[in-house]
């Protein structure tokens, strides 16, 4: 028998216990699954880095940390772990942020709020474009940014895609590095950022970059709230040049009641909600990494803690 250590926050063992078990016993693993397990003797971590448990040190016997999010930036500095750290792939949560993702696209590219607000009762009888006609740019390459990029081709648009590293997906026009970050910035109709918080991309939306986009750009941020400076967005959506910003994710959460982004009119704020991590389908990507482990097979999605994710 194995032990598996549950390091979360109390609330989440109750969504998280029965599933765990179930997906257990599907793949004919013999665990002992529990919240307060002697360190010396935990086998597997699951974890989420708002827990109590901060110093991995006792933890002599563990094989791995299974993260339960899909941010790991919490996580990453901490110098107490030399085990393998494997972030949160969940297919709930991709299938959650395709769908988040996909709505507001489209919410922009058929100008759908001018005629669900519309207190002048304006008849305007201008088509949108077409989705070809239209070039949607997704920043982060990632699991869940190549998913939604895969959605967007599937209506049509002209999808590019923009990566720290080189990338190849199909249908997608690749982009990596510094120059190919430009060139992205030109091309962003709707820009969709799904980048990871690191320091690299710390504010890497900010004034010089937003000015790179084409004048009228719409934003969509359910990545990261950091990726964007906020006094640059505000600049330039009191400018024109960016039209309108969906903002699912802040520096601070919940969003301060006095934050500039609630009263802007051309700012749509979302209450963390792009995509969430379910309880069913997590519970099998973890139970995979431990049989994984338990057969002596690579791990999947693991973190490479020099890039931070």
């Known amino acids: 028998m194995i032990n598996v250590l549950f390091a979360a926050r109390s609330e989440r063992w ?5 599933a765990l078990r ?19 003797e935990v086998d597997y971590i699951i974890y989420a880095p708002n827990s109590d448990l901060q110093d991995f040190t006792p933890y002599t016997r563990a094989k791995a940390v299974l993260n339960l999010w899909a941010g790991v930036e919490k996580i990453t500095g901490n110098a107490t772990l030399h085990i393998p750290l494997a972030r949160m792939v969940d297919p709930g949560l991709t299938k959650g942020m395709v769908e988040w993702v996909t709505g507001h696209v489209m919410r922009y590219h058929l100008g759908m ?14 088509a949108p474009p077409l989705a070809q006609e239209r070039e949607v740019v997704i920043f982060g390459l990632g699991a869940l940014g190549t998913a939604c990029a895969a959605a967007l081709l599937g209506l049509g648009f002209r999808v590019t895609g923009w990566s720290r590293s080189p990338k190849s997906v199909e249908g997608v026009t ?3 590095g510094e120059e190919g970050f430009a060139e992205a910035l030109s091309r962003a109709d709707i ?3 799904l980048l990871p918080d690191t320091p690299a991309t710390t504010d890497i939306f900010n004034a010089e970059t937003l000015a790179l986009m084409p004048r009228g750009a719409f934003i969509i941020n359910p990545g990261r709230g950091p990726l964007i400076d906020d006094a640059a967005l505000i600049d330039a959506l009191d400018s024109g040049q960016i039209a309108h910003a969906t903002l699912d994710v802040f520096r601070i959460e919940p969003l301060p009641q006095e934050h500039p982004f609630w009263a802007h009119p051309h700012v749509t704020v979302t209450p ?3 995509a969430e991590t379910r309880a069913s389908t997590a519970s099998g990507a973890i139970v995979e990494n431990i049989r994984r482990g338990e057969a002596g097979e690579a791990y999947l999605n693991l973190v490479d803690r020099a890039l931070g994710y």
């Open 272 to 274: 963390h909600i792009a």
């Open 191 to 193: 820009a969709v950022t």
């Open 113 to 126: 709020d001018a005629h669900i607000v519309n207190p002048s009762h304006e008849w305007s009888t201008k």
């Open 14 to 18: 109750e969504t998280y216990e029965p």
């Open 22 to 40: 179930s997906a257990l016993k599907a793949a004919g693993i013999d665990a002992y699954l529990a919240q307060d397990i002697p360190p010396a």
């Open 174 to 176: 690749c982009l990596h």
